[in-house]
T-cell receptor, first 112, second 115 residues
Framework: AQKVTQAQTEISVVEKEDVTLDCVYE???????LFWYKQPPSGELVFLIR??????QNEISGRYSWNFQKSTSSFNFTITASQVVDSAVYFC?????????FGKGTRLSVIA | DAGVIQSPRHEVTEMGQEVTLRCKPI?????LFWYRQTMMRGLELLIY????????DSGMPEDRFSAKMPNASFSTLKIQPSEPRDSAVYFC?????????????FGPGTRLTVT
């Protein structure tokens, strides 16, 4: 069985603070993929990143960075110098030999 | 390029009525997924198609739900008869291939309210 846990239900930060969203996953598949999606207040789901299980190299894209650690089955997402526009629900997802399994999401509120 | 297109964006209907949600995937994508999102249950996969063929419909909640994909550019999700507990946002997503785990691209969703 595959499972994604996002323990943080809601996070609130002040603008310009750094924030890390946690994601822990469970799978028995040796090959799998991890994803992060953003759901802003407008409601659409926006793809942010995909990582495969063979590539543990961290990735940085502007203010966003992702830390993948197989040893702890985690794929955490950090936003540096947060902005109000980052306010959204963020979903971590896992795909092994089955379709995507989503976590419950973390609601991030960035306060000006 | 056009993304995944869903219609209608909002639907309000009375209990017992038939509801049909529509989806046009991204051109060239050969996998299509229907999801339902509620506060209580989060994002749930209802059914997915690969090359227009339903692969897994185990997420479809009841026989009142049915989905079709008559061709590569169109899919429908039908609820008949609808019930208030079906109220949710229904998303359609598409991807290029299911085996290689290309990322799924989501439509804007249809917000369904059943009164």
């Amino acid at each position: 069985a595959q499972k994604v846990t996002q323990a943080q239900t809601e996070i609130s930060v002040v603008e310009k603070e750094d924030v890390t969203l946690d994601c822990v996953y469970e799978t028995r598949d040796t090959t799998y993929y991890l994803f992060w999606y953003k759901q802003p207040p407008s409601g659409e789901l926006v793809f942010l990143i995909r990582r495969n299980s063979f590539d543990e190299q961290n990735e940085i894209s502007g203010r966003y960075s992702w830390n993948f650690q197989k040893s702890t089955s985690s794929f955490n997402f950090t936003i540096t110098a947060s902005q109000v526009v980052d306010s959204a629900v963020y979903f971590c997802a896992l795909k092994g030999n089955t379709p995507l399994v989503f976590g419950k999401g973390t609601r991030l509120s960035v306060i000006a | 390029d056009a993304g995944v297109i869903q219609s209608p964006r909002h639907e309000v209907t009375e209990m017992g009525q038939e509801v049909t949600l529509r989806c046009k995937p991204i051109s060239g994508h050969n996998s299509l997924f229907w999801y339902r999102q509620t506060m209580m249950r989060g994002l749930e996969l209802l059914i997915y198609f690969n090359n227009n063929v339903p692969i897994d419909d185990s997420g479809m909640p009841e026989d009142r739900f049915s989905a079709k994909m008559p061709n590569a550019s169109f899919s429908t999700l039908k609820i008949q008869p609808s019930e208030p507990r079906d109220s949710a946002v229904y998303f359609c997503a598409s991807s290029y291939k299911i085996e290689t785990s290309y990322e799924q691209y989501f439509g804007p969703g249809t917000r369904l309210t059943v009164t």
